[in-house]
């Protein structure tokens, strides 16, 4: 090998180790900037978290500030309705606020209504009629002295912390003038968190228990004159409507609507939908008919008041109603004349309805004086085949409040007058019950 050919050959040997050199710099930079970018991004991803957090924590504190707001600024406004109320109920005995909170419009596509009421110690009732209900609400509270402080604070509550509530609802607030709100301002020093729903009640102590009476029929008629829609459909608060019952309701409606004769508007003038009603000691929360049955069958559920007044449910015929074709939509099942002492749940006309009897008080006859004034006004009961409510528990007859069979015995006789009343306002009609 000559001297030139040696030294390009040691020439060569070095370039190449110096590229092998050269390469392994550059993989070893590369680990190092991958490591130093990762590194970065954890520290970006930690930087990012931490103010998402403090996002968070801003949303908590404006909610809180919000809460704090709703206290401030509304609660005035709220207690000074109650304090200096305008509207008293037909016998002079009831002051009634209206509305008190509502954001439900005055204007409403809606059919179909529910109309209730109770007192604050169970409108928690009202978060599972909602979650099942997707229409108008009208319910009327009622209190008294102190007890108006929770009542209050109650309705705010579930105005306020509960969406469905406060999109659907309309509160209205009744007191005895004998018994009107006081110490309404202490609720100015009242915490309202929407976390605690669980804790929200003091105890479910029956509306009946109290020294006052409870005014059943005053309050269903406050709930009736300021509901919103042509049909209302009056329960109890701690009753469930069956799946899509109002918008079934409102097809079923339009259907009868487009296809109606002068003669069928006059006969549905004086026409009820009933509304079978249920118990269920199911954990459930809606109910379709085809699960109603699987829970009947399974004796989770039974037909309403069962054991407790048989005879006052036994004209809706059941088993009759739970043979029905099988349909997809509502329609009438079949037309039943009333008979002593059925007191079935109904939808109705909103128009013309003849409103409850106010002097019911307590427990006993307080509905089916109702009822039979619509038997005597000529009024005819469809049932519906579809349409349900369900009562969470069973009634047994060892639970009610002490004083049940005295007020019962009294509303008898307050009944009797009653009977005695429709007669003369219903001269010309060959009725009675």
């Known amino acids: 090998m000559g001297l030139e050919a040696m030294i390009w050959s040691h020439y060569g040997k070095a370039v190449l180790l110096l590229l092998v050199i ?30 998402e957090e403090k996002k968070s924590d801003k949303k908590v504190e404006k909610n809180l500030r919000a809460a704090h707001s709703i206290k401030q600024n509304n609660l005035l406004k709220y207690i000074e309705k109650l304090e200096n109320p305008h509207v008293m109920d037909s016998s002079g005995t009831y002051m009634i606020i209206p509305d008190i909170l509502s954001t439900v419009t005055e204007e409403s596509n809606e059919t179909l209504s529910i109309c209730t009421q109770t007192t604050a110690n169970n409108l928690h009732y009202l978060k599972d009629v909602t979650e099942t209900w997707h229409g108008p609400v009208s319910v009327t509270v009622f209190t008294h002295s102190y007890d108006a402080v929770f ?44 976390d605690n729903f669980e804790s929200f009640t003091y105890g479910n102590k029956n509306n009946y228990e109290n020294e006052i009476p409870y005014p059943h029929n005053v309050l269903r008629n406050i709930a009736v004159t300021y509901s919103i829609t042509p049909y209302i459909l009056i329960i109890d608060i701690d009753m469930i409507p069956s799946k899509d019952l109002n918008a079934h ?52 559920v039974r037909s309403f008041y069962q054991n407790v007044c048989w005879k006052c449910q036994k004209v809706t015929d059941y088993d009759r109603w739970r043979g029905l074709p099988s349909l997809p939509f509502f329609d009438v099942g079949y037309v039943l004349e009333w008979e002593d002492p059925w007191e079935p749940f109904y939808i109705a006309r909103k128009q013309n309805l003849p409103l409850y009897d106010g002097r019911f008080k307590q427990y006993g006859f307080n509905r089916i004086s109702q009822i039979c004034e619509l038997h005597i006004a000529g009024y005819q009961f469809a049932v519906l085949n579809n349409a349900f409510l369900v009562h969470r528990g069973f009634k047994e007859p060892g639970k009610f409040h002490s004083k049940k069979d005295e007020e019962n015995d009294k509303n008898r006789e307050l009944f009797r007058l009653f009977k005695e009343e429709l007669k003369e306002r219903y001269p010309s009609l060959n009725r009675q019950c």
Not at 153 to 161: D, G, P, R, T
């Open 249 to 300: 309701f409102s097809q079923f409606s339009n259907r009868k609507q487009s296809s109606v004769t002068k003669e069928d508007k006059n006969m549905e003038e004086k026409l009820v939908y009933v509304v079978p009603a249920f118990e269920s000691k199911s954990s459930s929360r809606v109910y379709d008919k085809q699960f109603l049955i699987n829970e009947w069958d399974l004796q989770n």
């Open 22 to 51: 050269v390469v392994i710099l550059q993989a070893y930079h590369m680990s190092k900037l991958m490591k130093y970018h990762d590194r970065k991004k954890a520290e970006f991803n930690a930087v990012d978290n931490f103010h």
């Open 151 to 194: 009542a209050l604070y109650s309705v705010v509550y579930m105005h306020n912390c509960l969406e469905k509530v406060q999109t659907m609802v309309r509160f209205h607030i009744a007191f005895p003038i004998s018994n009107p709100p006081v110490n309404l301002k202490t609720i100015t020093n009242m915490e309202m968190h929407c």
